[in-house]
């Protein structure tokens, strides 16, 4: 049986201010403080797992242990078909320093000339890690396609390539409440919520 999140302070083990808003706001029904890793001024460890799963729980690790508190934490990123499955685990890094993702979005289309599979998926994994190094980790998929130019403003990251199945806009031109109830996010955090936390 997975391990309950029985405190109230919890730290968000990102320092993406669009992830620590969409984790907040999925956290917004229980009964958790949140707190950012940028808030606490915990330093960002490298990404050496090769996998969403375990990049999640090295950093959420990292946090629980340099706070003393409950950390989660998410690895996410969108893996295109035809480019077999790049940016992947890399995503945030195609952003470059700058973290621009106007350049990764646009190296996509650059890679994608001349291919037709449009297919996508939005892979995120989440962790939960206590101090004493106990993790909880679970992993969420939305499929889609990616589509050129990019469209809309809200949401963040490449959010602005992405339709999800089923629709016509991308996730920057939907409402967050849409997005989040059909995210790779949404279904990673339901399951993590059934398992670790109850509603207050
Ligand atoms: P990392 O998990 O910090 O390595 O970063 C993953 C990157 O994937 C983010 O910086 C975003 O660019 C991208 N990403 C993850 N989830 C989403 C999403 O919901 N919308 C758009 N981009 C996302």
Redesign the pocket.
């Known amino acids: 049986m997975a391990r309950a999140f029985t405190g109230e302070r919890l730290v968000v083990a ?1 320092h ?1 201010p669009g ?1 620590v808003r ?1 984790i907040r706001e999925l956290l917004a029904p229980f009964n958790a403080d949140v707190i950012s890793a940028g808030q606490l001024n915990l330093p960002e460890p490298d ?1 050496t797992e090769d996998t969403f799963i375990g ?1 999640a729980k090295l950093k959420a690790l990292a946090a629980a242990i340099a706070s003393g508190l409950p950390a989660m934490s ?5 893996a295109v078909s035809a480019l077999d499955g790049a940016p992947g ?1 890399y ?2 890094r195609w ?1 470059g320093p700058s973290k621009d ?1 106007n350049l ?1 979005m646009a190296r996509i289309e650059k890679e994608m000339l001349g291919k037709s599979d449009r297919a996508a998926k ?1 892979v ?1 994994a989440l962790a939960l890690c206590w101090p004493d190094g106990h993790c909880e980790a679970f992993e969420g998929e939305v499929h889609g396609a990616v589509s050129f130019p990019p469209r809309g403003i809200k ?5 602005p390539i ?1 339709v999800p199945d089923g629709f016509n806009i991308t ?1 920057a031109e939907m409402e967050p409440a849409a997005k989040h109830a059909m ?3 949404a279904n990673a955090f339901a399951q993590l919520v059934a398992a670790c936390f109850k509603k207050t």
């Open positions: 990102s993406n992830k969409e990404e990049n998410d690895d996410s990123g969108l685990i995503s945030a952003a993702f990764a939005f995120c949401g963040f990251g490449y959010d992405f996730f995210s790779h996010r």
